[in-house]
């Protein structure tokens, strides 16, 4: 059984400091790795994908990097707002979505 | 393109009633599943279709029941709702299971069983 931890569940940051947000997978056989930012009270959005084959993947100011052989993946966001303040899910594709507990991120003003 | 749709937004049940939670998807994904999520737990697998008339139980199934008649729709069924069952439900859709697949959410359900 796929088993997904996320670290740290909590982190609280001045704005403008980078955030490292940390996910771990024991079984590097999957498809993809999926990041999700959740907002209190609403759903999932997806940030990034990852394939298997790949070895990181950009938009904006996140960047997620996959080592599947270490059975890690790194969310990076750079120059971090108050706007980046939310709950972040990672979620490892192999056939079904196993998700993490998730990082709840405070970025303070 | 409305992506996912749950309804209702909100539920409060009496327990031992039974309730149909609604979902619904536009992007023509064969691939559809339900997760409820509990606090500090993560979400967790509870039913999933990969296309029309294909169902099979996830990782938390009990009390919950699925079909899958069309494309579109992927309604769950809590037969006789438990207070275990309070939670907050997510339907997800993706084009298909394997790679290249990205997942999109609705909104969530957000069940009360007093």
């Known amino acids: 059984k796929q088993e997904v931890t996320q670290i740290p569940a909590a982190l609280s940051v001045p704005e403008g400091e980078n955030l490292v947000l940390n996910c771990s997978f024991t079984?590097?056989?999957?498809?993809?790795l999926q990041w999700f930012r959740q907002d209190p009270g609403k759903g999932l959005t997806s940030l990034l994908l990852?394939?298997?084959?790949?070895r990181e993947q950009t938009s904006g100011r996140l960047n997620a990097s996959l080592d599947k052989s270490s059975g890690r993946s790194t969310l990076y966001i750079a120059a971090s707002q108050p706007g980046d303040s939310a709950t972040y899910l990672c979620?490892?594709?192999?056939?079904?979505?196993?998700f993490g507990a998730g990082t709840t991120v405070t970025v303070r003003a | 393109n409305a992506g996912v749709t749950q309804t209702p937004k909100f539920q409060v049940l009496k327990t031992g009633q039974s309730m149909t939670l609604q979902c619904a998807q536009d992007?023509?994904?064969?691939?559809m599943s339900w997760y409820r999520q509990d606090p500090g737990m993560g979400l967790r697998l509870i039913h999933y279709?990969?296309?029309?008339?294909?169902?099979d139980q996830g990782e938390v199934p009990n009390g919950y029941n699925v079909s899958r008649s069309t494309t579109e729709d992927f309604p769950l069924r809590l037969l006789s709702a438990a207070p275990s069952q309070t939670s907050v439900y997510f339907c997800?859709?993706?084009?298909?299971?394997?790679?290249?697949?990205?997942?999109?959410f609705g909104q969530g359900t957000r069940l009360t069983v007093v």
């Open positions: 979620a490892v594709n192999d056939y079904k979505l196993s």
């Open positions: 997800a859709s993706s084009y298909s299971s394997g790679k290249n697949t990205e997942a999109f």
């Open positions: 079984d590097s056989a999957i498809y993809n």
């Open positions: 992007m023509n994904h064969e691939y």
């Open positions: 279709s990969v296309g029309a008339g294909i169902t």
């Open positions: 990852i394939q298997s084959s790949q």
